[in-house]
């Protein structure tokens, strides 16, 4: 079969694709995530919480095929690096997937029985489904950057060597994932104020100005921690772009700063850190001017600003090891064979437009404003 993509633009392409999906799921399904966490923070009962869960209920599941999407894309496209995070982060995803279930039990069962402890702890379940995912993809991010303790046998097999999740609960990864929450929540608070009225949406309001600023004020204190103190990689000598992927075929050095190295190379890529600043910030003046639809595509901005800065940053590390940096994970040496990305590249093509275009009508569909008398009046449909 001919293929009319070079091995190298393929390995592009599906970095960029990944990037896409991981920002897609973010803004996305981000807002549920962020709406869920501020739930005993912009709802005081349950007429108000009811409100809060009906903005996310209809949509909620259909965002979380962005989460599926970037799954997938990462087993198929790049398998050492869902085998390498699998392996160092599954304690962590566990989490992860236990809070995630809670979210479908917690939409599904709260409004079964009309009793105020069951539907607390219903509500404290959608709590901690929100909460939990927020911070630690937060965290896994601020630990791929610091490098990731495993090794590569000469069978290419990948041996962890961590010590467990309090390993991943350093420092610098708790900042990452405080980031990861702050920016999440914000983004759900903009949402509810285009969603919600009354109580809720003056206190999502509230929020917005404190979330934003922290938002930003913590990203920028990421970027000098990243500066001064966290050791970037880089390829020494020419990396090899259209090569096998093999991973031990090259010599990897590591020093302080170097993840700001790109940033000097590409002169374009100042962009990103700048829209992860300007973003929260915007969404924070717009929400004051009354313009919550702007404030939402602010906030969109700035995490697209954010999810890339760490993107261009790494470029082309994916997975770096700090064990054996010439074992670290990148764009050049973690894919599958160039007929699999290409044959991916045309199945994505495909189908990531009916995704859009199912996403685009559902929100269409199900727009307005969800308030307080639409959920006393409509007790058996809605959440």
């Not at 392409?13 to 912009?42: E, K, S, Y």
């Not at 050095?253 to 170097?258: E, N």
């Not at 994970?329 to 991916?344: A, E, K």
Request: with cysteine; glycine share 10%; proline share 5%.
């Amino acid at each position: 079969m001919s293929i009319p993509f070079d091995y190298e633009t393929l390995r592009f392409v599906w970095w960029l694709f990944l990037g896409v999906l991981l920002i897609g799921f973010a803004i996305m399904d981000g807002f549920d995530l962020g709406v869920a966490a501020l739930l005993p923070f912009v709802a005081r009962n349950d007429i108000e919480r009811r409100i809060a869960i009906n903005t996310i209920g209809p949509v909620w599941d259909g965002n979380q095929v962005w989460f599926i999407l970037g799954g997938g894309a990462i087993f198929a496209a790049f398998p050492a690096i869902y085998a390498a995070s699998f392996s160092g982060f599954y304690i962590a995803m566990f989490l992860v997937l236990a809070a995630l279930i809670l979210r479908p039990v917690g939409f599904e069962f709260r409004n079964k029985i009309k009793d105020a402890r069951w539907r607390a702890f219903w509500d404290y379940a959608l709590f901690c489904g929100g909460l939990v995912p927020s911070l630690v993809f937060g965290v896994a991010f601020g630990n791929v950057l610091q490098g990731v303790p495993f090794r590569i046998d000469g069978d290419l097999r990948v041996l962890y060597e961590g010590s467990g999740l309090f390993e991943l609960l350093n420092p610098f990864g708790l900042l990452c994932g405080l980031v990861s929450l702050f920016m999440l929540t914000t983004h759900g608070a903009v949402y509810l104020t285009n969603k919600a009225d009354g109580p809720v949406k003056e206190r999502a309001a509230a929020y917005i100005r404190f979330g934003g600023l922290v938002t930003a004020g913590l990203f920028v204190l990421a970027g000098v921690w990243i500066a001064l103190g966290v050791k970037g990689y880089a390829i020494s000598g020419t990396a090899v772009a259209d090569g096998p992927s093999n991973p031990l075929l090259k010599t990897v050095v590591t020093a302080p700063g170097q993840w700001l190295a790109n940033y000097t190379t590409y002169k374009w890529t100042p962009i990103a850190p700048a829209l992860g600043i300007a973003g929260p910030l915007l969404a924070v003046l717009l929400t004051k001017a009354g313009r919550a639809g702007l404030a939402f595509i602010a906030s969109a901005l700035g995490i697209f600003g954010i999810i890339s800065t760490a993107g261009v940053s790494m470029f082309p590390f994916l997975m770096p090891s700090d064990i054996m940096p010439g074992a670290s994970l990148t764009v050049w040496d973690s894919t599958s064979s160039q007929l699999t990305l290409f044959v991916m590249l045309l199945a994505t093509l495909i189908f990531l437009p009916v995704v859009l275009v199912y996403t685009s009508l559902a929100f269409r569909i199900m727009r307005g404003v969800v308030t307080a008398k639409q959920v006393q009046g409509n007790s058996a449909n809605l959440y």
